[in-house]
């Protein structure tokens, strides 16, 4: 349900996942049992794509998002079957703001970020657990911090449109 490539030794992280894109046995979840990971990020910022924020409000149970299940028929290896995943989504009314740009420049300014200029652009690269205690922190404190409004469950807008599909 996520986009992930690995390259080499690890090829665990992509296999036997488990049937959610951000709960137990996802990418992410493999990812945050693991010891030194690094997210590098060639020319864009830790605010514009870090879908690993994803699994930190999973991890933090925040109220605005829910697992939307998709359901069909799968063809593997010429065997057909049914099978249901959940994907991780905003109520279709709960509006991003730019909190992710903020929790970059607080990662940027405590020096858990590092930023190199590389020709007309960065290079940026922060460790999963500094991100990870940052992130967890900053809703800890508030959990509406990266959208617009305050998040009203009685409100909430489970209708999902496809035009919308944006990350953050």
Same mark, same amino acid.
């Given at each position: 349900m996520m986009s992930v490539a690995v390259v080499g030794d690890d090829l665990d992280l992509v296999e036997n996942l488990g049937h959610e894109s951000t709960g137990t046995n996802s990418t992410f979840d493999k990812l945050s049992?693991?010891?030194?990971?690094?997210?590098?990020?060639?020319?864009?910022?830790?605010?514009?794509?870090?879908? /690993?924020?994803?699994?930190?409000?999973?991890?933090?149970?925040?109220?605005?998002?829910?697992?939307? $299940?998709? %359901? *069909? =028929?799968?063809?593997?290896?010429?065997?057909?079957?049914?099978?249901?995943?959940?994907?991780?989504?905003? /109520?279709?009314?709960?509006?991003?703001?730019?909190?992710?740009?903020?929790?970059?420049?607080?990662? $940027?300014? %405590? *020096? =858990?970020?590092?930023?190199?200029?590389?020709?007309?652009?960065?290079i940026r690269c922060v460790g999963e657990q500094e991100a990870h205690e940052v992130y967890l922190d900053i809703l800890h404190r508030d959990p509406n911090y990266f959208i617009t409004n305050p998040f009203i469950p009685e409100q909430a807008d489970n209708n999902f449109v496809t035009r919308r599909m944006v990350a953050l």
């Open positions: 049992r693991r010891k030194d990971v690094k997210f590098l990020f060639l020319g864009v910022g830790v605010g514009d794509c870090f879908t /690993y924020m994803h699994y930190l409000e999973w991890v933090a149970g925040v109220p605005y998002r829910y697992n939307r $299940e998709f %359901s *069909g =028929k799968i063809t593997h290896m010429g065997n057909t079957y049914n099978d249901a995943y959940k994907l991780f989504v905003r /109520y279709n009314n709960v509006i991003p703001n730019t909190g992710s740009y903020i929790f970059e420049k607080l990662l $940027e300014d %405590s *020096g =858990k970020l590092h930023v190199a200029r590389f020709g007309d652009s960065t």
